[in-house]
C-alpha cells in the first residue's frame, strides 16, 4: 500500500465504525493521486458565499475527467460503509449545501472548463442552435462562448460567476424567466454521472427519469458533467428602466401584466427601497437622489419595476417606440421613471461591478444570510402588509437588497424535482443580506424565522428557494406531494445516499 492509499485508509477508518475492514481497501491506482489533503485546500472546501455552515471534509478530490468522476463513485460504492461526495461547482451555496463533514469534496472547478462547444447552426433563425457545456463552467464562460458566434443562452441568473451544474441542480432564475422559464427549462441533453457510478446521457426523450429528476435536483441524483443550452440570436444592446412606485397593488398589477403577453418585455424584475440607510441608488442620475431619497422618506418603501427590451442594429429604429408602447398606461409615480443604454453583456454581468466593489472593501467573504422564497400570487398584498411593512420596515436593521417579481409557472415543468406554489402565477422575493457582524447576523436569521411563521402562521403556502439545514421531515414539507417521487429517484440513481450530503435531505 503507498502512502497516499494509506492515509486515505485511515481516513476511511476515522470515519467509519466498520472501519477494520474498510482500512484494508485500496482506492483505484488511477485516481489515487487525485486526493489532496493540503489543508488550505480543505479549508476551502469547508466554507461556501454563505458563509454560515462550516463542515471539513476528508479529502478533497480534483478529477481531471469525467472517467475520474465515475471512479471516485465507484470506488466508494465498492466500500462497505462508503464515503459522501459533496459536487461542489462555485461553491456559492448559502448553507453548506456543497460541504460535506468527514466524506470528500469533488471539485468540479478542477476540470477548468474543458468543454464549451457551439453547434453549427442558421443564427438568423437559431435554428438547432445550442451549446454542449461541462457542469463546472461558469454562465459568465458561456456567455462569452456564444457571443462570439452572435448566440446567447435565453435564460439568466443576475449573477454569471455560477456554475452551469450547480444552478441547474436549483432552478437558476432572473428577469428573462418568466418568459423562457428557469434554466432548468431550457436544457436540451444532459451528461450525468449517477450515483451508482454510470455515466448517462439523459433528455425528455431518453432516460427522462434521470433527466427530470437531476434538473432542479439539489445534487441528490448524480454529477452533471454536460448540459446542452439551446441558444438564440444575441443583441447587442439594451434599453433599461426602473420605474419607482409609492403604492403595491399599482406595482404588483403592472408587473403582471408586463409577464402576461410573452415576448414584449425582455427582462422584468423588481426591487424594494426601505427607508432605511443606506439606500442603494447607483443606478440614478446624482442629481435624482435627492428627490429619491425624499420619496422613499415619505413613503417608507419604494416598489421599483426593473425593465429591460433588447435590441441591435436591425431594432434600433423601433427600439424607443417599442419602449414607449411597454411603458404606456403603467402607474409609476410620475416623472420617476429612469432610462439607461447598456451592452447585452454590461447588462448581463451588472453584479459583476458589485463583486469587485464589495471585494475592495473587504465586504464579499462575509456571512450571508439571505432568505429566497417564492410566493402565491393570490397572497402577495397580504405579504406586502405582513411582511414588507409590518416586519422589515419596522425593524431597525439595513435591509440590503431587496428583489420581487412574479414568474410564469406554465414556463416550469412539473415533471423536474423543484416545488412551486401552486398557482398559475408566483413571486421570487430575494432579501440578499450580508454582514460581518455576529450580532447583525443573529439579527437577519431571527428576522428570517419570523418571515417563515408570519406566512405559515397567515397560511400563506410559499416554497423556499437554496433552502438548507432541515430535518428530513422539513424537507418532506417542503416536497410535499412530490416526497415520494424524489425519495424513489434516490432509492433509484443514488442508492447508497452518497452525493450532496450537505443538502441535508437523506442524511441528516
Ligand atoms: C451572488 C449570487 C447571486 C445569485 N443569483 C442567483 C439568481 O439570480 N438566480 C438564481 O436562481 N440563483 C442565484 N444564486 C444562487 C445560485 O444559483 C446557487 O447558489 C447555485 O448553487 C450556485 O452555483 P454553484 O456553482 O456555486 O453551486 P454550488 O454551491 O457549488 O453547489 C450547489 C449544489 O449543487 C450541487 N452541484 C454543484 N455542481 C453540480 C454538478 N455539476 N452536478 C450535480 N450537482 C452539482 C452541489 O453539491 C450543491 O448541492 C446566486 C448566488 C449568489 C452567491
Known amino acids: 500500500m503507498d502512502v497516499s492509499n494509506l492515509a486515505f485508509s485511515i481516513a476511511m477508518a ?24 493540503d489543508p488550505e485546500i480543505l479549508s476551502l472546501a469547508s466554507t461556501d458565499y454563505g458563509h454560515i455552515v ?20 465507484n470506488f466508494s460504492n465498492s466500500l462497505p460503509t462508503p464515503f459522501t461526495i459533496a459536487t461542489r461547482g462555485k461553491a456559492h451555496s448559502l448553507l453548506g449545501q456543497a460541504q460535506t463533514r468527514n466524506g470528500v469534496v469533488l471539485n468540479m472547478t478542477n476540470l477548468k472548463g474543458s468543454l464549451i462547444s457551439v453547434s453549427n447552426c442558421g443564427r ?12 463546472e463552467v461558469l454562465w459568465i464562460d458561456v456567455l462569452h462562448a456564444t457571443l462570439k458566434r452572435g448566440l446567447t443562452p435565453l435564460s439568466w441568473t443576475d449573477y454569471l460567476y455560477l456554475s452551469v451544474g450547480g444552478t441547474l441542480s ?6 428573462q424567466a418568466f418568459r423562457f422559464g428557469p434554466q432548468i427549462s431550457n436544457v436540451l441533453q444532459l451528461d450525468v454521472v449517477t450515483g451508482k457510478g454510470e455515466l448517462v446521457s439523459c433528455s425528455r426523450d431518453k432516460n427522462s427519469e434521470l433527466f427530470y429528476g437531476v434538473l432542479g435536483g439539489l445534487g441528490q441524483f448524480g454529477v452533471i458533467t454536460r448540459a446542452r443550452i439551446p441558444l438564440g440570436p444575441a443583441p447587442t444592446r439594451v434599453k433599461w428602466l426602473h420605474l419607482l412606485y409609492n403604492n403595491f397593488s399599482a406595482f404588483s398589477s403592472d408587473q403582471e401584466h408586463l409577464i402576461s403577453f410573452s415576448t414584449a418585455a425582455d427582462y422584468v424584475e423588481g426591487k424594494l427601497l426601505f427607508s432605511q440607510p443606506p439606500l442603494e441608488l447607483s443606478f440614478y442620475p446624482d442629481s435624482d437622489h435627492q428627490r429619491i431619497t425624499s420619496l422613499v422618506t415619505q413613503n417608507g418603501i419604494i416598489y421599483i419595476i426593473e ?4 435590441y441591435d442594429s436591425n431594432s434600433q429604429a423601433f427600439v424607443a417606440k417599442d419602449v414607449a408602447d411597454l411603458v404606456k398606461g403603467l402607474k409609476f409615480v410620475p416623472t420617476f421613471m429612469f432610462k439607461k443604454d447598456a451592452s447585452y453583456e454590461e447588462f448581463l454581468n451588472r453584479v459583476y461591478a458589485e463583486e469587485l466593489f464589495l471585494r475592495s472593501k473587504g465586504l464579499w467573504e462575509i456571512p450571508h444570510p439571505w432568505l429566497n422564497i417564492w410566493i402565491p400570487r393570490s397572497r402577495i398584498s397580504d405579504f406586502n402588509e405582513g411582511v414588507f411593512k409590518n416586519i422589515i420596515l419596522k425593524q431597525n436593521i439595513s435591509s440590503g437588497i431587496s428583489l ?18 401552486d398557482e398559475d402565477v408566483f413571486y421570487a422575493l430575494s432579501l440578499l443580506r450580508s454582514t460581518s457582524s455576529m450580532d447583525m447576523l443573529e439579527k437577519y436569521q431571527t428576522q428570517n424565522r ?13 416554497t423556499e428557494y437554496l433552502t438548507g439545514n432541515k430535518t ?28 450532496s450530503p450537505g443538502q441535508g435531505i437523506f442524511s441528516k
Open 307 to 310: 425593465l429591460v427590451k433588447y
Open 14 to 37: 476515522v470515519l467509519c465504525l466498520s472501519s477494520i475492514t474498510q482500512a484494508n481497501f485500496k482506492i483505484p491506482k488511477e485516481i489515487a493521486k487525485k486526493f489532496s489533503s
Open 450 to 462: 419570523q418571515i417563515l411563521e408570519f406566512c405559515k402562521d397567515a397560511g400563506i403556502k410559499i
Open 54 to 73: 462550516h463542515e471539513t471534509p476528508l479529502k478533497v478530490f480534483e478529477p481531471s475527467s469525467v472517467s475520474d468522476i465515475s471512479s471516485l463513485i
Open 404 to 421: 420581487i417579481y412574479p414568474l410564469n409557472r406554465n414556463k416550469w415543468d412539473d415533471k423536474m424535482s423543484p416545488v412551486t406554489p
Open 170 to 175: 436549483n432552478a437558476g432564475i432572473s428577469g
Open 472 to 499: 428530513q421531515q422539513q424537507w418532506m414539507e417542503h416536497f410535499g406531494s412530490k416526497w415520494k417521487l424524489f425519495a424513489d429517484r434516490k432509492a433509484r440513481f443514488d442508492p447508497k445516499r452518497i452525493l
Open 124 to 135: 438568423k433563425t437559431s435554428l438547432n442552435c445550442y451549446a454542449d457545456v461541462g457542469g
